[in-house]
């Protein structure tokens, strides 16, 4: 089995883009809403990604 | 004012969703297929699996069920259920051999959570199959 050496940010990014497409395909209704809710999924996960960084970042300081 | 009750809705037969429910938990994305959601259930094959192999490659830990206190207990139990819930992805891994001990590390501990995070997506999965086979949903 390959390894997998990943950073936090890679890490979070993959988990991020995994589940994002599952809530997306599982939760609407129309193709159409499915995608904007996975691409907003994803965008969510993205903000509180950098958003958390900063706030350790400044919280080490 | 809205005092409508919500009209409840008939139990569909288990023979019109039990199959396409039990191949959605065996092989992730497998019950849309056999629904004819040919597009939903290769996406959903493709994030679930992908995930779970990025989760044997980072080394995660696979949960046993533990008796303890009441957090391990909690902990051990709801994980191995979340990794069974892969179906034959968890299967495989285990007849294979897969045996990787908790170890400390941020990739292990990502790899551990991509495992049951795979098997909780597909649990999802499996309840979207059930609604579309009781025809709650496209």
């Known amino acids: 089995m390959p390894k997998m050496n990943l950073s936090h940010f890679e890490a979070a990014f993959l988990f991020s883009l995994f589940v994002s497409i599952v809530l997306g395909v599982v939760t609407k209704r129309t193709d159409r809403e499915r995608f904007q809710y996975g691409v907003y999924t994803f965008v969510c996960f993205l903000v509180a990604l950098f958003g958390l960084g900063w706030l350790m970042f400044f919280g080490h300081r | ?138």
């Open chain 2, 1 to 138: 004012m809205a005092t409508e009750k919500q009209e409840k809705q008939p139990v569909p037969p288990v023979s019109a969703w039990a199959p396409a429910v039990a191949l959605g938990w065996l092989i992730p994305g497998g019950g849309h297929l056999l629904l004819k959601r040919t597009g939903r259930g290769w996406l959903l094959m493709a994030a679930i699996t992908s995930m779970f192999l990025c989760g044997l490659m980072m080394g995660g830990a696979m949960f046993t069920p533990q008796t303890g206190d009441l957090l391990t207990t909690l902990i051990n139990t709801g994980g191995f259920i979340g990794d069974l819930c892969s179906g034959i992805l968890y299967l495989l891994s285990v007849w294979l051999g897969y045996n990787q001990p908790d170890m400390a590390g941020h990739v292990h501990d990502y790899g551990t959570k991509f495992l049951v995070t795979a098997g909780l997506l597909n649990l999802l999965a499996m309840v979207d199959v059930y609604e579309i086979a009781a025809r709650r949903k496209e």
